[in-house]
């Protein structure tokens, strides 16, 4: 595939537009109890080698022996990522020497992956998607950690990480702008938390990318591309993408050439900055592991694991749109997290689905956003909330004092209804009563009552005016109507 | 004391059970001879106390009747095979002074079943050689002279310091291990008994890596009998080694006494190699002729692609040493040479921690993967080494049960005759067994016969995948035709 951009895309040069062109290596640490092959905890923290087996210290005569759970879970990912599962893939090892990697070699796979092609629909922006394609995913070893700052002379290694399970999904080059790979990123991310297949927490380094940017005139071949290694944040991947576009640019505007490297990005300085050129790349020397048998498993195991799938968020926002008659735009946002749809199914469930979602997106989420609380953490329950739509729904209380409601079981909790009974927040429905106080009101206002014949839309300032003088209680239909009549407009 | 020690480790082991002798008696009459042997450097590291505590726990089982298959039986180990407590050196320099916190399964198995262990053997380093002559300790003397003569022979390798001190009488029986012929090498150089049983059928968990697609650990004793006592407790299923077979383990001793009434035994002719010597020619003749007598069918079979083997295995095996060896880098364990960066203490580490051979076949294993070479040399030696595989199974497929070749192409060979000889000419004591690993195949190398100095020959029996009880079977008709090999004379005691 080799999409282009849209022209809003496009990055403007000295010298006319500049397309960008991103693909993305994801490492994604794999959820499990133990390391891909040794029997060692991939608890994070602890002391430093605290979670070392002999095999991850590769002391002598040690032999790796794969985890099934790692090779179940890598066959989850693939199958939520609409991926090729192949039924044999084989270990290589990727040879190179450095201290936090005690074997000497990366246990990973190189010509066959357990994963194969596959695709994931973004979501870029309220109106647009793109589709990545996935290139592969396969199993490899995490590193362990080097620490260079415990000793005047010496670097100190640190092993408790050596042999964790980690995923590489490798993309296609279809992401064309920094926006498209932040989105792309946060909907792998959405995926492999609905998966339960890593947790994708960056900042323990359970998510880091690999981002490879190269830029060309629209329409011509792909450029020569740099690797920017290692960025573990959403917000450095786009600016690391910009960044590194801008400085390609600049140097191809100004009749240079860009040298394929490994490169790092400062986020201090908003730089990045050359690690190692192709000249000095390493020469891994991959060959099929001798330790490791080609890794086999049937049709009917991957078959039982799709089975067992949960329902992923395209799936999810596609049930919403239909079942709750949300925009796909709201049913995006809810199915971002797993834990957010959750909450909106208990709210919708038996409601008016796009009620629900207006209160769980508008309110609940400006509310918890303000607080930089998680759904989780969410001092209003689905139940209470629940209970509020009800309370509108059934014409109890007005969406106006629902909010105040809100407010009142955000802070104090309580249930919802027992609330409005305490404290007299029942809309006012007696038409006795409205009446009154539009009555009330027309009489007190002849100069607007005028304006308004001329001006129907001046109907608005009437409701606000009664809905002040009921407190907010009266019903807004009940008011319309009556306000309506009286001013004898339609 | 002596007779103690020339005792075969059945004889022993039934002595043990009825108790004519104590184990601590049998493990100090070792002892003994160890400690009078020390011309041979058959030992890295002797291991009198160890040896002793375990005899005395020995005793104390079998004294209550609870003696395991080798309850009491002084064993060699080859210091390839990691034990707890006890420095593993694997012939190098870089692991001088390592003292492994675990157990190889196979030792711990030997352990389990009641044996007694006298100490570590010398060895090729990382069991690259096969003459002994590699180790960072020293080379191994065999324990065999030219009648006539004082000049020492080598005793073969990489298993030299097993294969010695088996004919030296300083173990009943020791552990080797097989990477091209490393077992069976030096047992025909010595007069000794060396099975390297199929790919998978000994854990290789804790046994310092060679080349991880070969190496197969195995028995080297005085008798075909003992060498199917040993391999019983050697062998087995172990969930650490995903390359080990989950097949049950038969009683291979039971399978000595079988005879060869009915087999159909293969002589492949591209063994017929050019400039073998006429006595390796009359022997293996000698050995078709036993086998037809004992009642076995003799026929002619083809292996074509033989002569492909080695050049393969020098592919195959480096590869996987040059890979399997990158953790020797003085972060963690073993030598470290101080450097003024971490890439000069790579370099000065492993410069001094490794020898020359071992170097060279880095160095041989790093070309033949680098970027442009792997597909011409890698990939082919792989692809050569499914032909060879074929060869053996469409052979197999005729009816033959197990194939009849030389072990090597001559007796031993004088200490340091090889010096000045190009490595491909020592690599060439290689050419019988390479196959044998190459396919993955259980082989044993039993002894025939002497060349015209009175050194000992060895024949090999190749066989069926996991059919060991086959070889043995055949390996006894063989040893019962040929008389139990003559041991050599105590010169160093």
Known sequence: ?490 | MTELTSLTLAEARDGLRGRRFSALEITDAHIAAIEKARALNAFIAETPDVARQMAKASDERLAAGQGGPLEGVPLGIKDLFCTKGTQTTAGSRILKGFVPHYESTVTSQLWRDGAVMLGKLNLDEFAMGSSNETSAYGPVKSPWRRPGSNADLVPGGSSGGSAAAVAARLCLGATATDTGGSIRQPAAFTGTVGIKPTYGRCSRWGVVAFASSLDQAGPIARTVQDAAIMLRSMAGHDPKDTTSADIAVPDFEAAVSRGVKGLKIGIPKEYRVEGMPAEIERLWAEGAAWLRDAGAEIVEVSLPNTHYALPAYYIVAPAEASSNLARYDGVRYGLRVPGKDIVEMYEKTRAEGFGKEVKRRIMIGTYVLSAGYYDAYYVRAQKIRTLIRRDFEAVYAQGVDAILTPATPSAAFGLAEMATASPVEMYLNDVFTVTVNMAGLPGISVPAGTDASGLPLGLQLIGRPFDEETLFAAAGAIEKAAGRAELPAAWWA
């Open chain 1, 1 to 490: 595939m080799n999409a282009h951009a849209k022209p809003s895309k496009l990055i403007k040069g000295a010298t006319g537009d500049w397309e960008v062109v991103i693909g993305m290596e994801i490492h994604a640490q794999v959820t499990s109890e133990a390391k891909l092959f040794s029997g060692a905890s991939t608890a994070f923290g602890g002391e430093a080698n605290d979670h070392v087996s002999f095999v991850d210290a590769a002391m002598p005569g040690m032999l790796p022996v794969i985890n099934e759970e790692c090779v179940r879970q890598a066959i989850r990912t693939g199958l939520g990522l609409n991926a090729q599962i192949n039924l044999t893939s084989v270990f290589d090892r990727k040879n190179y020497f450095y201290p936090d990697l005690p074997q000497g070699y990366q246990i990973s796979q190189y010509k066959s992956p357990i994963v194969g092609e596959g695709e994931v629909v973004v979501d870029v922006g309220p109106d647009e998607q793109i589709t990545v394609g996935i290139e592969r995913l396969h199993l490899e070893q995490d590193a362990g950690k080097s620490l260079h700052d415990q000793h005047p002379t010496m670097s100190f290694v640190d092993l408790n990480r050596s042999g964790v399970a980690l995923m590489e999904i490798v993309s296609r080059p279809d992401l064309r702008s920094s926006e498209e790979a932040k989105a792309y990123v946060t909907k792998l991310r959405t995926i492999l938390r609905y998966l339960g297949t890593c947790d994708g927490d960056m900042e323990k380094g359970s998510l880091r990318a690999d981002v490879n940017v190269s830029v060309r005139r629209p329409g011509e071949p792909f450029g020569t591309r740099c690797e920017i290694k290692n960025v573990n944040s959403i917000r450095f991947i786009g600016q690391a993408i910009e960044v590194e576009a801008r400085r390609q640019i600049g140097i191809l505007e100004d009749g240079g050439r860009i040298d394929q490297e490994t490169r790092l990005f400062d986020p201090g300085k908003g730089e990045t900055r050359s690690m190692r050129s192709k000249e000095e790349a390493h020469d891994y020397r991959y060959f099929p592991d001798p330790d490791l048998l080609p890794l086999t498993f049937d049709q009917a195991y991957v078959d039982a694991l799709a089975a067992g799938l949960p329902e992923l968020p395209d799936a999810k926002k596609a049930r919403f749109i239909a079942t709750y008659g949300l925009s796909p735009y709201d049913a995006g946002v809810l199915v971002a997290e797993r834990s957010s749809a959750d909450f909106f199914e208990t709210v919708a469930r038996g409601r008016d689905g796009k009620a629900a979602a207006n209160w769980v997106i508008n309110e609940l989420f400006g509310r918890l956003n303000k607080q930089g609380l998680g759904i989780e953490r969410s001092p209003v329950s689905a139940d209470q909330l629940g209970a509020i739509v009800d309370l509108i729904g059934d014409g109890t209380i007005s969406g106006k004092i629902a909010k105040d409601l809100f407010e009142i079981v955000w802070t104090e909790g309580g249930d919802p209804r027992r609330l409005v009974e305490e404290r007299g927040l029942k809309q006012v429905t007696d038409t006795g009563a409205i009446e009154k106080a539009v009555d009330e009101i027309v009489a007190a206002n002849p100069d607007k009552v005028a304006q308004a014949r001329e001006k129907p839309t001046m109907l608005g300032w009437f409701v606000g005016q009664v809905m002040k003088s009921t407190g907010g209680k009266a019903n807004p239909q009940a008011v319309n109507a009556l306000l309506k009549a009286k001013l004898g407009i339609e």
